[in-house]
């Protein structure tokens, strides 16, 4: 078995010149959930979640769901479809959200315009 030596600089040009693969867009899907009062205990040590209000049954925090766009150009999640257990978050929430996360220095930010 012999080793091949490779030229990293020769592979750089080879890479180059390589066609792009076909861009794809990842949307933002600003949610909230409702969390037992124990996993919130646990989810509110992360800053990506933000507190919302407080019920009987736990606790309410929004959140960012990244929405890819698959191969065959439609989106993880279709206008009005969610992942399993989140809802759509309201403008207040929204403004909520937005607030905290500035608050803590956190981004994207629901009432703003992110395309990645």
């Known amino acids: 078995m012999s080793l091949e030596k490779i030229s990293f600089s020769d592979k750089l040009e080879e890479w180059k010149n390589l066609p792009a693969p076909k861009e794809r867009k990842i949307k933002q899907l600003w949610v909230k959930k409702l969390f037992k009062v124990k996993d919130w205990n646990f ?22 769901v990244a929405n890819p766009e698959l191969p065959n150009g439609k989106l ?4 009005g479809v969610f992942p399993k257990d989140c809802l759509p978050i309201t403008d207040d929430e929204a403004i909520q959200i937005d607030s905290y996360r500035r608050a803590v220095n956190v981004f994207p930010v629901p009432c703003e315009k992110y395309e990645m």
Do not use: H, M, R, T
């Open 76 to 79: 993880l999640y279709p206008a």
């Open 43 to 64: 989810f509110s040590e992360n800053s990506s979640y933000c507190f919302l209000k407080k019920e009987k049954e736990g606790v309410w925090a929004g959140f960012l």
